[in-house]
């Protein structure tokens, strides 16, 4: 059972994390529409890719911007059939480091742009009654900080439960609503930048002892946005390293 011929969005397409995504999509035969505030990066990114794509700029955190930009989408590609909210991690910061616009600007980036395209797409998702929504959340959204982020563990923390309650809320209408709660992964933002001491002080809360490769990424995406995860909604799965066993 494959998603071969569908339409996918995937926000926050510039970071490699939701590259990753991307690709796999991609490679199932979905075309996809890729997602960012960086217009210069999405045109750099799509000479690259094989397959059927389109670059959609779109400053996800307001309203009209989302409405906009799905209105391409489905202009180009045509209707949605899977969204992956992919936003990339900000740096993490204590409370007293976060002032109103740094509070502000990760909820807008990681948690409305979520709600607004989501919203976007679950009327025709809804008619079709078939459709996969996907929220990348970090461990934070279940109290695992490997680093102080107040700002980004209120956002996620919210994104799950948004989640929730869009399953809840979705599930008679042949649309799952999961989430993917992505440990460090390598070559991401939040390791790239580590030096040796940092990476080793990473890794040794990790009880595998090594960060998450893309391609496990992928395969967790995979069967989430497949027909073989329709009895699943509602779900957040770990994708952590034993970083948090429940």
Known sequence: MSIKGKTAVVTGAAGNAA???VRTLLEDGAQVALVDPDAMRLDSLVRFLRGTTAAVPC????????REAHQKVETVLGPVDILVNCADAPPA????ATDPSDWRRVMGAQLDGAFYWSRAVIPSMRKRNDGRI????SPAAKGVMAEPGVALAAAHGALASLTFALARETAAHGITVNAIALGAIEGSSAVEPLNDAQRRQLLAQIPVGRFCRPDELAHAVR??????AG?????????NGGLLMD
């Open 59 to 66: 400053e996800s955190s307001e309203a009209g911007a989302v």
């Open 231 to 239: 009895f699943i909604t509602g779900e957040v799965l770990d994708l």
């Open 19 to 21: 590259l990753t995504v």
């Open 134 to 137: 996907l929220n990348m959340v």
């Open 93 to 96: 910061l204590r409370s007293e």
């Open 223 to 228: 069967f989430l946005v497949s027909p073989l």
